[in-house]
């Protein structure tokens, strides 16, 4: 029986240094590290963020859940706004953005789930819902999305914030057009984020 519970130990271990192998580091700068890779299905890549804070966990508590104040500091976002609040924690959330030409504008429907975590960290769970409300002219509407935002404190009173996303924008883009711009758009959001 142990033999058979060190073996389910070591295949666990292996499956998830794969998992974790599977990101690569496009862009270092600023304390801000931002991964890669490939999607199941898709040629467009996922993105992962990371980088450390200068503020509690309750402050970025404050800047995430002030959904209307997301184009002050999220890349391209020009309007956010609550559809429904279904709890204190979960809300059905809009947003537009303006994409450089010649793309057209888009818009996306996420629920936004708010959950905290043991070690005193949140998780902003990100679920694309594309069929929510009706399309809005002069926008494509993002079908494919989903990802999350991670906080928790660190020992030296600052917040490890960790953004991960993926989503197809749709529309006539090319796949790797949309892939070009996968690192600057979280890079330029953390930015933004750590300078408020």
């Not at 898709?42 to 963020?49: L, M």
């Not at 890349?75 to 947003?95: G, P, Q, W």
């Not at 924008?169 to 090319?174: D, E, K, R």
Request: aromatic residues 12%; hydrophobic residues 40%.
């Amino acid at each position: 029986m142990k033999w058979i519970s060190l073996s389910l130990l070591l295949v666990l271990f292996s499956v998830n240094t794969i998992a974790e192998e599977d990101w690569t580091l496009e862009k270092n700068e600023n304390g801000i590290k931002v991964y890669t890779r490939a999607t199941e299905g898709t040629d467009i890549k996922e993105f992962k963020a990371i980088t450390t804070v200068s503020a509690s966990v309750a402050v970025l508590d404050k800047v995430i859940s002030n959904f209307e104040g997301y184009p002050d500091w999220q890349e391209n976002v020009t309007t956010a706004r609550v559809l429904k609040k279904i709890s204190e924690s979960t809300h059905i959330m809009h947003y537009s953005m303006d994409l450089p030409w010649p793309a057209d504008d888009r818009d996306i429907v996420l629920k936004n789930t708010r959950v905290k975590l043991k070690n005193g960290g949140l998780k902003y769970t990100l679920e694309c819902m594309p069929d929510y409300i009706d399309p809005i002219l002069d926008y494509v509407r993002i079908k494919k999305a989903f990802g999350f935002w991670k906080f928790w404190p660190t020992k030296e009173g600052k917040t490890k914030v960790i953004y991960q996303f993926m989503a197809d924008p749709g529309g006539s883009l090319p796949d790797f057009i949309i892939n070009m711009f996968i690192v600057s758009e979280p890079f330029d959001s953390l930015s933004y984020l750590k300078s408020i």
